[in-house]
Structure formats: structure tokens, C-alpha cells
């Protein structure tokens, strides 16, 4: 069994300098031996990261309790069905459908819970966490095969992913101010070992004149074709209901910054952030921050309207007010205000994640 390391450099041999898109799908998903294939633990404080489905069951039951609106206000099950993609090890999954049977026991009957999951590995992780939740649950590897199983239908109810796009592969610019052109970075190998290697790459027209003429050399931003890709088919695939995703991410605006010379891309392991994104390929997470202004721009294409974009902070607060009127949380305890303060403090999760949500009314 080959190792992402061992493949990249075969593939470098036979086909040149890999774009870092590339680069970064053989090292986090290369079957059997990619960084999100081996170790499902990777996720958690004896990890490499944590997330907020990690921090405690909270979030997820305010999601629940969020979707249930939702859910109801458009017919409510059998007709509405969550649909959740990148679900890693399905705990999140289980914090919903728990607080369903729980708190709403008469939507859980009928509530049909759909992971996208095109791994096999990670859907067996997934199984074996849900197993009390079988007869809700059901597995598709893309829209394609969950479009067929519903006959053909559109999805009505809710889609949604929570630190999925951030680690759909990225394509890497840098700026040549000398030559007022784009180059695009890519990976190779020198003297045995991975290197940044520049690609003849002048199709990449991000920013008008204005702001180029004040970006920096060497001025460098990544863009994610499969992200926007990935949220333009959830949209087409929507018949009635909501488009949602949870993650780090940015505005063009914020993006196209003098200010940000180096991008968003980062390395994760052991808790500890770098910059040295070739070091370790399937060892380390690679991570980029989203482009929040191509998701809305391909959602209102397909005719979604932008319902909200906000902070993690100011969308679970909002939740959490109407929850507790509703006596929907059960009792409120120190471990559950913890969570929360993790989920919602700026320095914490809080302002770091952005949560957009889009809609189609019928």
C-alpha cells in the first residue's frame, strides 16, 4: 500500500510539476492511506484539531433544534429529509438525531437522515456510531446516487456540511507584480524533496486594475473551483428548503486584501499550526479558508436567496434564545455553558466561523 508521499512523487515523475489541487487531494484523500482515511481520532483534543462537534453534544442540538423550525415550516417528514455531507466520524449525526428522538419524537419517526459519503472508510466509522439510529439514517456517495434512490425527486428539507469546504482542494496564484501578471503554484521535486514550483498558469483574472496596482510581489491567494462546484450542485439539487454550511471563510473583499500577502492555507498537527503545507503529505491537515462571495454568487445563480450570512456566534445565539423559551435544551448546567462559551467567545469559534444559509421557498 502506497503512502500520499510515494504517489505524489511517481505522479511528479511521470506528469511534471502537480498543481497544489492536486497536491492536496492525494494527501488528504488518497484512499486507504489519506490524512482523513487512516484515523478518524485525528478529529479531537487528542488530535491534530478540534472542531465544534467536538467541544459537546450542544451544538449539534441547537442545529436540531434549528432544523426542526425549518423542517416544520415546510411540511415537516416524511416530505423533509436533512441531508449531511462530511459527516467524518458521524458524531454530529448522532447529537441531531438524539436530540430528534428526545425532544421531537414524532418528526424522528419519520425523519430520513442522508450522508453524503463517498469514502468507504469513513462510512464505516460512520455506521458503527450510528447504529441505534439505523432505521433513520441512510448512505449515498454523491447527489447523483441520492437524487436516484429518491426516485428522481428533489431534496426537500435541509442540506448541510459544518468544516467540509475548507478542505475541498485549492489552486494556488501568486501575483507577478514585474510583469502585472498571475502565475499559478504548483509542486515538484528537487534534490528528493518536495518543492513550490512555478506553473505557466495566466488564466487566473481575479481582482480589477484598481487593486492590483497595490497588491504586493508575490502576493499569493487560493481559490477552490471544487467548493464552488460542490455548493452550485447542492443548490440544483434543492427543490424547497435550506442550504447551509458552518466554516472558516471570507468575502472576495476580505480575500483581495494588500494586507494578506501569503492566503489562508494552513497546516494543522498536534494542535500546532504551519506554513510548511509540503512537509508531511497524509501526516498533516491542509486546510484554506472559503470563499463565502462564490458560494452566494452560485447559490442566487441556481435561485437561491441568501437568507443569512453571519458569524457561528450570532447564528447559534440567536438559536439558543428561542431553544431555551421552548424548553428545548433539557437542564442547563457548567459543562453545557463551557460549550457554549467555546462554540460563540471570538477568540474561541466564535467569530472564526461563518455560517451562510440560502433558501428556496418552492
Same mark, same amino acid.
Given at each position: 500500500?502506497?503512502?500520499?508521499?510515494?504517489?505524489?512523487?511517481?505522479?511528479?515523475?511521470?506528469?511534471?510539476?502537480?498543481?497544489?489541487?492536486?497536491?492536496?487531494?492525494? &494527501?488528504?484523500?488518497?484512499?486507504?492511506?489519506?490524512?482523513?482515511?487512516?484515523?478518524?481520532?485525528?478529529?479531537?483534543?487528542?488530535?491534530?484539531?478540534?472542531? +465544534?462537534?467536538?467541544?459537546? /453534544?450542544? @451544538?449539534?442540538?441547537?442545529? *436540531?433544534?434549528?432544523? &426542526?423550525?425549518?423542517?416544520?415550516?415546510?411540511?415537516?417528514? /416524511?416530505?423533509?429529509?436533512?441531508?449531511?455531507?462530511?459527516?467524518?466520524?458521524?458524531?454530529? *449525526?448522532?447529537?441531531?438525531?438524539?436530540?430528534?428522538? #428526545?425532544?421531537?419524537?414524532?418528526?424522528?419517526?419519520?425523519?430520513?437522515?442522508?450522508?453524503?459519503?463517498?469514502?468507504?472508510?469513513?462510512?464505516?466509522?460512520?455506521?458503527?456510531?450510528?447504529?441505534?439510529?439505523?432505521?433513520?439514517?441512510?448512505?449515498?456517495?454523491?447527489?447523483?446516487?441520492?437524487?436516484? %434512490?429518491?426516485?428522481?425527486?428533489?431534496?426537500?428539507?435541509?442540506?448541510?456540511?459544518?468544516?467540509?469546504?475548507?478542505?475541498?482542494? $485549492?489552486?494556488?496564484?501568486? =501575483?507577478?507584480?514585474?510583469?502585472?501578471?498571475?502565475?499559478? =503554484?504548483?509542486? #515538484?521535486?528537487?534534490?528528493?524533496?518536495?518543492?513550490?514550483?512555478?506553473?505557466?498558469?495566466?488564466? @487566473?483574472?481575479?481582482?480589477?486594475?484598481?487593486?492590483?496596482?497595490?497588491?504586493?510581489?508575490?502576493?499569493?491567494?487560493?481559490?477552490?473551483? %471544487?467548493?464552488?462546484?460542490?455548493?452550485?450542485?447542492? &443548490?440544483?439539487?434543492?427543490?424547497?428548503?435550506?442550504?447551509?454550511?458552518?466554516?472558516?471563510?471570507?468575502?472576495?473583499?476580505?480575500?483581495?486584501?494588500?494586507?494578506?500577502?501569503?492566503?489562508?492555507?494552513?497546516?494543522?498537527?498536534?494542535?500546532?499550526?504551519?506554513?510548511?503545507?509540503?512537509?508531511?503529505?497524509?501526516?498533516?491537515?491542509?486546510?484554506?479558508?472559503?470563499?463565502?462571495?462564490?458560494?452566494?454568487?452560485?447559490? +442566487?445563480?441556481?435561485?437561491?436567496?441568501?437568507? +443569512?450570512? +453571519? !458569524?457561528?456566534?450570532?447564528?447559534?445565539?440567536?438559536?439558543?434564545?428561542?431553544?431555551? %423559551?421552548?424548553?428545548?435544551?433539557?437542564?442547563?448546567?457548567?459543562?453545557? !455553558?463551557?460549550?457554549?462559551?467555546?462554540?460563540?467567545?471570538?477568540?474561541?469559534?466564535?467569530?472564526?466561523?461563518? $455560517?451562510?444559509?440560502?433558501?428556496? &421557498?418552492?
Amino acid at each position: 500500500m502506497k503512502m500520499p508521499n510515494e504517489l505524489i512523487r511517481e505522479e511528479i515523475c511521470k506528469k511534471g510539476v502537480l498543481t497544489f489541487a492536486r497536491f492536496m487531494e492525494l &494527501a488528504l484523500y488518497c484512499p486507504e492511506t489519506g490524512y482523513y482515511e487512516t484515523d478518524m481520532a485525528k478529529v479531537g483534543r487528542g488530535g491534530d484539531f478540534i472542531t +465544534s462537534v467536538t467541544v459537546g /453534544p450542544l @451544538f449539534g442540538e441547537l442545529l *436540531a433544534f434549528q432544523f &426542526a423550525e425549518w423542517l416544520e415550516a415546510s411540511g415537516g417528514p /416524511p416530505e423533509g429529509v436533512l441531508v449531511e455531507a462530511g459527516a467524518h466520524d458521524g458524531r454530529l *449525526a448522532a447529537d441531531l438525531l438524539a436530540w430528534f428522538r #428526545g425532544h421531537h419524537p414524532e418528526c424522528f419517526r419519520e425523519l430520513k437522515y442522508w450522508i453524503l459519503e463517498p469514502s468507504l472508510t469513513r462510512r464505516r466509522w460512520q455506521q458503527a456510531t450510528l447504529q441505534e439510529f439505523a432505521t433513520n439514517v441512510c448512505w449515498a456517495a454523491d447527489f447523483s446516487e441520492l437524487t436516484a %434512490a429518491a426516485g428522481g425527486e428533489k431534496i426537500q428539507g435541509v442540506i448541510f456540511s459544518n468544516e467540509l469546504l475548507d478542505a475541498f482542494p $485549492v489552486h494556488r496564484y501568486g =501575483w507577478d507584480k514585474a510583469r502585472t501578471e498571475w502565475f499559478e =503554484w504548483g509542486v #515538484g521535486v528537487e534534490g528528493g524533496r518536495l518543492v513550490w514550483a512555478r506553473l505557466d498558469n495566466q488564466d @487566473f483574472h481575479p481582482a480589477g486594475a484598481d487593486l492590483l496596482a497595490v497588491l504586493p510581489d508575490g502576493y499569493t491567494v487560493e481559490t477552490s473551483p %471544487a467548493a464552488s462546484s460542490w455548493w452550485r450542485e447542492a &443548490a440544483s439539487r434543492l427543490g424547497r428548503g435550506r442550504l447551509l454550511t458552518i466554516d472558516y471563510g471570507l468575502t472576495a473583499e476580505e480575500i483581495f486584501s494588500p494586507s494578506r500577502c501569503q492566503g489562508t492555507l494552513r497546516a494543522y498537527s498536534r494542535h500546532r499550526v504551519t506554513d510548511d503545507l509540503l512537509a508531511d503529505p497524509g501526516g498533516q491537515d491542509l486546510t484554506a479558508h472559503v470563499d463565502f462571495s462564490a458560494l452566494q454568487n452560485g447559490g +442566487s445563480a441556481l435561485g437561491l436567496t441568501t437568507e +443569512s450570512f +453571519s !458569524t457561528q456566534a450570532k447564528f447559534l445565539t440567536t438559536i439558543l434564545g428561542r431553544a431555551q %423559551a421552548a424548553g428545548a435544551l433539557g437542564s442547563w448546567d457548567r459543562a453545557r !455553558t463551557r460549550q457554549f462559551q467555546t462554540l460563540t467567545h471570538p477568540e474561541h469559534f466564535g467569530r472564526a466561523f461563518r $455560517v451562510l444559509v440560502q433558501n428556496r &421557498a418552492a
